[in-house]
């Protein structure tokens, strides 16, 4: 368990999102928060409206 | 996700209400419930499953799947239908929530159609109760579908792991179990034609007409690469089940005494070859990686010869380095006076002479730079031999595996010649069969493969494509909106494939450390386990020291280790991933329990005992039903090791009511000074769970 006090090293990936523009980084956080809880559900209605309502709104 | 609780109301044998607490402590960390076959494990076991996934969850060989309801209840006539119901709750935490999950089955709804059952789900946050709305959705959140041959099962059903042609099994497993599921459906629904296609309709609608055929070439050929992509996995399918059709025939060839050990000595030739190849594809990429980037200093070698012989001529000329510098030179005549005190004044012949020297003098900026080429002429020179050498050395083995690869499949080739040749029809009709199908094997390799390298051409057009069609003059401003969400969504797609594609670089070589190192814990020290790239469970072995490993055809009990082995690992790296703080909520791994009914199948005592070491430490929370063999069986191994690790924490026993004693059952469970009666004789069939205190 990494010690809370010390500042954890960043992962690549941690990195490459972090090296991402901004609005990036708040369309694929809003994304995943939408798809977070239905992934694994068979059906998953209206996921591809929300998807293309968060790149609309971020982009109006 | 922690198991705190499981409760039992007239599910199958168990009547009446019955509770199974799970031990919740970090270092007692192992449940152990103690029942001989036939008295209900795989009951207890398909009763968790129920309560988290209804019907659709239970295991394959759980039989009855119908009659959940406990039969002398559902038969009793002086109850009224409406008090017949079987419930399951389990108890859990998970996220520093606390959940109790509640599944029903009332006798009215089990007749019409069992698989519809009540299900609610409660958790308590910050001291307050709240029922989820989507209980089953939620479930699916916290416990994917995708996970659970990983963390409940049966006997020898992990073994599949380790086949061949399970590596999209494992990638699954991997990729559901450490959260990389959630990008790639993120990834996929971006790029779907509701999201991706819309925003270019839209952007197709208000384009001119030179971006809107951009953008027709654009769909069509990405449609090209969804059906080429369909293409592949169908023919990837397809080369699963020709490789279990040849594993078969395989299998009844060394059945067969007539041939057995010429299938034997076939079987290890090919998996010497498959070795080879696979050696040979590894040493063919790091020729061309050294090729690629030092091959240009092969070139050098007049080069070098011309610099060094310059070097040389400078050195044998004395003006390398220069005798006087002629900076010091100029600080004489600029201070007018000479180091032997002389003057030299302007005219004199003393300054004449001195500033003669000026024509001699060298630079110390010359001096340096000199010294820097010879130097790194020296070092072409070195990197040239290396370079060489290495080549050489590579080229050598690349020709010995091609010639390895001609002679393994020769001796197959002879050997397919002499079972063909047997008078014994059942032999000839397999081993025709063989050559159909390895010939399906091959081409289906080689459809693979074209595929593949047509998927890469077209999505270098691709890449083009949106090149251009961002590139292409947008005059309206309704188009330049629509172009601008089309690239934000592009950008987006990559940087998630990025994360996807980081992510696995890290954690697959973390796996696979833990999984060798455990593995190489529990098996003889020449054996070797490993996860290829493309996620297959290999194990090698190391003949002779100095020779590369060879690919073993593992036995039963190998596979079991592996992939009970790799289960654990995983599920470990997965507790350890979750304490790593993710950017993006949900891209982490989980802690989850390993609840093992029977899982050491015929393993010798060796394999049980290092699997007993090693399951509490890798695994958060580890739940084992087991019978009396598996317990005690083989010298005692597992009762042994999970006694010296004192990581038991709760114990149980199934007491069975019936009017017989299954066969090999026993009347008694002893337990260190402890008896318990297991078996009590009753016209009522029925299991009580009883703790061992």
Same mark, same amino acid.
């Given at each position: ?60 | ?16 209400? !019955? ?14 419930? &103690? ?73 009215? !709804? ?42 409940? #099962? ?55 007409? /030179? ?12 449609? !090209? ?39 034997? /000595? ?100 010359? +001096? ?41 499949? +020769?001796?197959?080739?002879?050997? &397919? ?103 190489? &814990? ?53 507790? /350890? ?47 084992? #039903? ?57 016209? /009522? ?9």
């Amino acid at each position: 368990m990494p010690d809370p006090s010390e500042p954890q090293k960043l992962t690549r990936s941690q990195e490459r999102f972090l090296e991402a523009p901004q609005l990036v980084q708040e369309i694929v956080r809003d994304c995943i928060k939408e798809e977070r809880p239905l992934m694994h559900m068979k059906h998953r209605p209206e996921i591809h409206q929300k998807l293309t309502a968060i790149v609309k709104r971020h982009i109006s | 996700m922690k198991l705190i609780c499981l409760t039992l109301r007239n599910f199958r044998q168990f009547k009446g209400e !019955q509770e199974l607490r799970f031990s919740d402590y970090e270092d007692r960390n192992v449940t152990i419930v &103690h029942a001989e076959n036939g008295f209900g494990k795989s009951a207890l076991l398909n009763a968790l499953l129920w309560c988290f996934y209804g019907s659709e969850g239970l295991s394959d060989d759980f039989s009855n799947k119908e009659s959940i309801l406990n039969q002398s209840l559902a038969v009793d006539s002086s109850t009224p239908d409406s008090d017949k119901v079987a419930e399951v709750e389990v108890s859990f935490e998970h996220d520093g929530e606390r959940f109790r999950l509640i599944r029903s089955l009332d006798y009215l !709804q089990e007749k019409a159609d069992s698989r519809k059952t009540k299900v609610t789900l409660e958790f308590t946050k910050d001291g307050q109760t709240f029922y989820e709305r989507l209980p089953d959705q939620r479930i699916r959140s916290i416990l994917p579908k995708g996970i659970v041959p990983l963390i409940f #099962f049966e006997g020898e059903g992990p073994s599949r792991f380790a086949l061949e042609d399970k590596s999209g099994e494992v990638e699954t497993a991997i990729r559901q179990t450490l959260g990389l599921s959630l990008l790639q459906q993120t990834i996929d629904d971006l790029k779907h034609q509701n999201v991706r296609g819309r925003l270019r309709g839209e952007l197709k609608e208000k384009a001119n007409a /030179e971006t809107a055929e951009l953008l027709e070439r654009l769909e069509k050929l990405e449609a !090209q690469v969804e059906r080429r992509k369909e293409s592949k996995a169908q023919a990837e399918r397809n080369l699963n089940a020709t490789n279990e059709d040849l594993r078969s025939v395989d299998d009844a060839l060394e059945k067969n005494r007539e041939v057995q050990e010429l299938q034997k /000595e076939r079987a290890r030739n090919e998996d010497l070859a498959a070795t080879a190849v696979a050696e040979l594809e590894q040493v063919e990429s790091e020729l061309s990686k050294v090729i690629a980037e030092d091959g240009f200093s092969l070139f050098t070698e007049e080069l070098v010869a011309r610099g060094k012989a310059i070097v040389t001529r400078l050195r044998n000329e004395n003006r390398i380095p220069a005798q006087v510098l002629n900076t010091f030179i100029e600080d004489l005549l600029n201070s007018d006076r000479c180091i032997c005190t002389r003057c030299l004044e302007p005219g004199s012949p003393e300054r004449a002479a001195v500033e003669r020297l000026l024509t001699t003098a060298g630079d110390q900026n010359v +001096n340096n730079a000199v010294g820097a080429i010879d130097n790194a002429l020296g070092r072409l020179a070195q990197l040239r031999e290396e370079t060489s050498r290495r080549l050489e050395e590579k080229n050598k083995r690349r020709l010995q595996l091609r010639d390895d690869i001609r002679v393994y499949k +020769n001796r197959a080739a002879e050997i &397919h010649q002499k079972i063909g040749s047997k008078d014994n029809e059942e032999v000839r009709a397999l081993e025709d069969k063989r050559s159909v199908l390895q010939d399906r094997r091959d081409s289906l390799i080689g459809e693979i493969a074209r595929i593949a390298q047509q998927i890469t051409d077209d999505e270098t057009d691709l890449s083009a494509l949106k090149q251009s069609i961002a590139a292409a003059e947008k005059s309206e401003e309704a188009a330049k909106l629509a172009q601008r969400r089309i690239d934000a969504l592009e950008q987006s797609v990559s940087l998630l494939e990025d994360l996807l594609r980081l992510e696995i670089e890290d954690l697959i070589p973390m796996l696979n450390k833990q999984f060798k190192e455990h593995f190489s &814990h529990v098996i003889d020290r020449d054996y070797e386990a490993h996860l290829t790239d493309d996620f297959k469970l290999r194990i090698t072995q190391q003949l002779q020291d100095g020779a590369p490993p060879v690919l073993v055809n593992p036995s039963t009990g190998q596979r079991q280790v592996a992939s009970l082995v790799f289960i654990a690992s995983l599920v470990s790296l997965a507790r /350890e991933r979750k304490d790593i703080q993710s950017i993006v909520k949900g891209l982490s791994g989980a802690d989850y329990p390993m609840v093992m009914d029977s899982p050491f199948g015929q393993l010798g005592a060796n394999f049980r005992r290092g699997i007993a070491q090693l399951l509490p430490f890798l695994a958060p929370q580890v739940i084992l #039903f087991a019978s009396t063999e598996q317990y005690f069986g083989v010298s005692d191994a597992v009762a042994d090791e999970l006694t010296k690790s004192k990581r038991i924490g709760k114990r149980y026993y199934l007491a069975y009511h019936a009017p017989t004693l299954p066969k090999e059952a026993t009347e008694f469970l002893k337990i260190g000074d402890g008896e318990f009666q297991q078996y009590f004789r009753s016209d /009522e069939m029925c299991t009580k769970i009883c703790e061992i205190k």
